[in-house]
């Protein structure tokens, strides 16, 4: 049996896609390979935040993540400010603090990787113990050390979800339709505010039936979001045919899962072409036109 830990360490893999998992391990790498911390070092912290992101700390601050959204968001300390397009940048507090970048361009990780490294270094040799460490996950820091099980914790996160005993808590099996309307508009609001934090304009489309929820905008970038609300936490969901067209079609679609809508909110996001690939599709129901034959008596 796994334990909660472990659970909580899975269920963070699953907000992202497997690209960017693949991309921010070997991140982490290169950057602790370079400033040479091993595993159980008392100074660093594996935080796993369901909904929210992956992240190592060192110390108290932040040192490299991935977070949860519209994009997969990469996270750097560096020495100074740097130049990014379209980042976020905040510097902590204190004396000579470093700066934190918030980007969806991988390649700044790779651009500034020195300034990565050398920030780190930094906080590692001013550090003795992270008063966090009692909050870090073993599994996580497992990952990042042993490649055997980051290799097996990927392979589950990209295999399909069977059914499950909770399947019937899935979007669309909800008891009665006064529980479905509920978890939908949970997981909607949930959504529109996530992205709203984000910085993005939203407005919403239900209305108008057109095969999606939300109609997202941040300067030049689009997103049609449709909303799928879970009350349990399998993600299966029901897709309408205009649903799955707008897969086929629609490059801006999102659809944006949110799994325990009513308690904990977690989303999981899969583009149109993700869609296609990592859900299995079977008829739940058939439009069937009356031929003009005559019946058979």
Not at 64 to 79: I, S
Not at 107 to 121: E, F, G, H, K
Request: charged share 25%; net charge positive.
């Amino acid at each position: 049996m796994r334990s909660g830990n472990e659970e909580r360490f899975l269920e963070c893999l699953g907000m992202f896609r497997t690209e960017a998992l693949l991309l921010y391990f070997a991140e982490l790498d290169h950057i602790l390979g370079a400033v040479g911390v091993l595993a159980d070092d008392a100074r660093m912290v594996y935080g796993c935040n369901p909904g929210d992101n992956l992240v190592v700390i060192v110390g108290q601050r932040y040192a490299f993540a991935l977070r949860n959204g519209a994009d997969e968001l990469f996270g750097f300390m560096t020495p100074d400010r740097v130049r990014v397009e379209n980042a976020d940048i905040f510097r902590f507090e204190g004396r000579n603090a470093p700066f934190f970048v918030w980007s969806a361009q991988h390649d700044a990780v790779v651009r500034n990787r020195p300034r990565v490294i050398q920030a780190i270094s930094s906080e590692l040799e001013r550090t003795r113990k992270s008063g966090f460490r009692k909050g870090s996950n073993r599994y996580f820091e497992q990952a990042v050390f042993n490649k055997e099980y980051r290799s097996r914790a990927l392979a589950e996160r990209m295999s399909l979800e069977q059914a499950g005993a909770d399947e019937a808590l899935g979007a669309g099996f909800q008891v009665n339709a006064a529980q479905r309307r509920q978890v939908e508009s949970a997981a909607i609001q949930w959504v529109r505010k996530k992205y709203e934090r984000d910085g993005y304009t939203v407005r919403s489309v239900e209305s108008e039936r057109i095969g999606y929820d939300l109609h997202i905008v941040k300067g030049r970038k689009e997103l049609h979001v449709e909303v799928k609300g879970v009350a349990g936490s399998e993600r299966h969901v029901i897709l309408t045919h205009q649903e799955q067209e707008r897969c086929k079609s629609d490059r801006c679609f999102i659809l944006a899962v949110v799994s325990s809508a009513l308690t904990t909110p977690t989303l999981f996001e899969l583009s149109g072409a993700e869609v296609l690939v990592q859900y299995q599709f079977k008829p739940l129901a058939f439009n069937a036109r009356f031929a003009g034959v005559a019946a058979i008596k």
